[in-house]
């Protein structure tokens, strides 16, 4: 089963909770794919996405950290925070965040550098193009959204509980039912 999911708080869920009950439980089972989707009006989640591509491209190893990094500090680059930043200035407010995920400031910035004249973009615009075109053709136009084999899932929820998300897996692959945790059973999962 494969599960492609497109929205923060989503991913934090699924890094922090969803990955490893998989992992322990039913390791190999469910391949899932992260995509980045820029929503035009938030104009800094292009320049977002390009600084986990960047990271990606430096060491795809410190992605997850990145992001979780980036996830956890949200307050620093909503709307409000940077509205009046200009693209280069986002790209080294996350500088310090890239470094602690294990990627240099000079890596991290390599794959931010402007390209050459009348080819646009960054190095890594080209692939954050392409998860653009590929959430298009799925049908993504809101987060979250999650497709599973390749068809979208709308009845999947960015407030999901791991149970919740187990039991969905579940459902989905033919897995056999997780066993409850005690903090799923009093509510905290």
């Keep these: 089963m494969t599960l492609k999911f497109f929205k923060l708080k989503t991913k934090h869920r699924i890094v922090s ?23 035009p009006w938030h104009p800094q989640s292009g320049t977002l996405a390009e600084g986990a591509l960047a990271v990606q491209r430096a060491d795809p190893s410190a992605t997850i ?6 996830f956890e500090n949200r307050d620093d680059f909503n709307d409000d925070a940077v509205f009046d930043m200009s693209r280069v200035g986002v790209y080294e407010r996350m500088v310090p965040h890239a470094e602690a995920a294990g990627v240099s400031k000079e890596d991290f910035l390599a794959g931010l550098k402007q390209n050459p004249p009348g080819q646009g973009g960054v190095p890594v615009t080209t692939q954050l193009k392409f998860y653009v075109k ?7 136009h809101v987060t979250p959204s999650v497709l599973v084999n390749g068809i979208l899932d709308n ?4 407030s999901w509980t791991l149970q919740q998300w187990q039991d969905r897996i579940v459902e989905l692959a033919s897995l056999p039912s997780p066993q409850p945790t005690a903090a ?3 509510g905290q999962a």
């Design 155 to 158: 009845g999947i929820s960015s």
């Design 17 to 39: 909770q969803v990955f490893p009950w998989l992992e322990k439980e039913h390791p190999g089972v469910v391949d899932i794919t992260m995509y980045f989707v820029p929503q």
């Design 65 to 70: 950290k990145f992001i979780m990094a980036i």
């Design 184 to 186: 799923a059973a009093s």
């Design 134 to 140: 590929h959430h298009r053709a799925a049908g993504v």
